[in-house]
């Protein structure tokens, strides 16, 4: 065969071959293409340079993404591509039907709350209202889903919401009946969705319970891989009492075991934090699933009847109030209120929020200024605001340490929780009084202990936010940037980054965070609300769909 002859056989073997191969497919568009940032990936391991594929509510790629197109792309102009921080005591769950936008939060780059401090939204008595269209937690995250909201939200089932619906605000250990009731309550909550059991033991009618109370719920709660978050028995003078209450349950449930707002408190104590920690580093060599959080502050924020003696508030705020108008009860708690005011500092007292507003002239003042403006003693002031109140003032108690504090954070284990839910709108045009963790808990970590204290760096401040905060919660597809993980993203400038809310002038949105991302969706973009909620409910491994 002639060689010409040859060539056209081979060139019509091509051409054929090439009509009939389909040509490569284009690599599919992306949703969102975040570009030119240093990435965190949330590991604690260094920044690189980089861009985030995202498709639909997933991160697809992450790298050199030039090649890849996107329907949408954020430029992050050098500055640091992280997850999103995961606050692990949120308390948005009030606001959150009203203000879904929770601004206050997104602008710290919270892109997932976990809450329900020892009480959740359900189960709660009664079938469900206009006010209050719910009774179960399931029903009550189903409407979260139904509404939308801009963050993520995890609950935990609150241990007093089983004993007000089986015993009420009673000081008393239930009967067996009574228990196993309270069990199936907890088995129902894990089975709608909570993450976890919580208590608050400083509060009514939590403060009624027994330690073997709390291991019996807990264990329904470890049946469903769920874990044990707690506000403690005590966090002042007799916190080794408390730690020890927390480790025994942690222990004989057994379940993961999460201490909120680690501290501290009263002048007495300070400098105690050393051996707080240590009790927690041995239990943690013995084999414990044992850590933390912080907020990022000297100063807590609750009720002032906290102040009050336990047994002054057995059956809640109104039969306290009952005991006030009886002189011999009434000179009982002042005993105890005299010995809170002296174990505390000067202005370790300061009375944010009075509900009752003819007594608003003493709001936002330190009780010593309170006393003064009566023209009494600082015990019968409070007593006097007590008894003037159907609920219990709110007030800020300054009983911290900042060394303390610091030293707490610095551990490895140690995430974080603001402990305070997004202020709405309406705190912010009646410029109520706030705590400032509301508006700057995680921007304080990330930018003024990293770049100004220097306690830790970026990419550990980074990881404990993050991965870290995701690991105690058992979130395994959120907290680190990589492929197949959801898409929970944030940008931020590490130079800029602050918080800008203090005590005294609390109503300031943080600054340095540009753009957040959640489930691929931006809430915030260049630093502008975006008006979508695309945040979800996280539901625990226990959760049976209906």
């Not at 966090?235 to 707002?261: C, K, Q, S, T, V």
């Not at 000297?298 to 009847?305: K, M, N, Q, Y």
């Not at 284990?413 to 995680?442: E, V």
């Amino acid at each position: 065969m002639k060689i010409a002859t040859r060539a056209a056989i081979v060139l019509a073997i091509i051409l054929t071959r090439c009509a009939t191969t389909p040509a490569p497919t284009p690599p599919a568009m992306l949703d969102l293409k975040i570009t030119n940032g240093r990435i965190l990936d949330g590991t604690g391991a260094p920044w690189f340079r980089g861009d985030v594929g995202v498709r639909g509510d997933t991160i697809v790629a992450l790298g050199n993404l030039g090649h890849l197109d996107a329907r949408r792309t954020i430029d992050a102009q050098d500055r640091i591509v992280s997850p999103g921080f995961i606050d692990l005591l949120g308390q948005s769950q009030g606001t959150i039907f009203g203000d879904p936008a929770l601004e206050a939060k997104v602008r710290q780059g919270v892109t997932t709350e976990v809450t329900g401090e020892g009480h959740s939204p359900g189960p709660v008595a009664g079938p469900p209202t206009e006010r209050r269209p719910w009774s179960t937690l399931g029903e009550y995250l189903d409407l979260i889903d139904k509404q939308g909201v801009a963050v993520n939200f995890a609950f935990l089932v609150g241990a007093s919401n089983a004993r007000e619906l089986v015993i009420g605000d009673v000081n008393r250990p239930p009967t067996a009946d009574e228990l196993r009731r309270m069990e199936q309550i907890i088995d129902q909550a894990m089975r709608d969705g909570a993450i976890g059991i919580s208590t608050s033991l400083i509060y009514v009618p939590a403060m009624y319970s027994t330690t073997e109370e709390i291991i019996a719920l807990a264990r329904v709660a470890a049946k469903h891989q769920g874990m044990y978050f707690t506000h403690m028995r005590d966090e002042g003078d007799r916190i080794d009492m408390g730690l020890d209450e927390a480790f025994r349950i942690g222990r004989e449930a057994p379940i993961p075991l999460n201490i909120w707002h680690l501290k501290v408190g009263g002048k007495a104590n300070w400098g105690r934090m050393p051996h707080v920690i240590a009790r927690i580093e041995a239990e943690r060599a013995k084999g414990l699933d044992v850590a933390a959080n912080v907020y990022p502050y000297p100063a807590s924020g609750t009720g002032l009847s906290t102040l009050a003696p336990d047994w002054a508030m057995e059956g809640g705020y109104d039969d306290f109030r009952k005991r006030l108008a009886d002189p011999v009860q009434r000179e009982k708690i002042r005993e105890t209120l005299k010995g809170q005011v002296a174990r505390r500092a000067p202005k370790g007292i300061f009375v944010s929020y009075i509900f009752n507003r003819e007594m608003a002239q003493y709001e936002k003042k330190y009780i010593e200024e309170i006393a003064q403006q009566m023209g009494v003693s600082e015990d019968e002031a409070l007593i006097r605001l007590f008894a003037g109140n159907e609920t219990s003032p709110r007030v800020i108690f300054f009983s911290m340490h900042e060394d303390d504090v610091q030293y707490a954070l610095k551990q490895p284990w140690i995430s974080a929780g603001a402990d305070s839910g997004a202020p709405p709108p309406s705190a912010r045009a009646n410029n109520q009084a706030s705590h400032p963790r509301g508006y700057g808990t995680f921007p304080r970590i990330v930018g003024h202990y990293v770049r100004d204290v220097k306690l830790f760096t970026l990419e550990e401040a980074v990881r404990k936010l993050t991965s870290q905060a995701a690991l105690r919660v058992g979130f395994h597809d959120r907290g680190i940037l990589r492929e197949g993980m959801k898409a929970d993203i944030i940008v931020f400038d590490p130079a800029t980054i602050a918080d800008k809310s203090w005590f005294d002038d609390p109503h300031h949105f943080s600054v340095g965070v540009s753009d957040v991302v959640v489930n691929g969706v931006p809430v915030l973009q260049g630093g502008t609300m975006t008006g979508a909620l695309p945040g979800r409910t996280i539901r625990g491994k226990g959760y049976k769909k209906k």
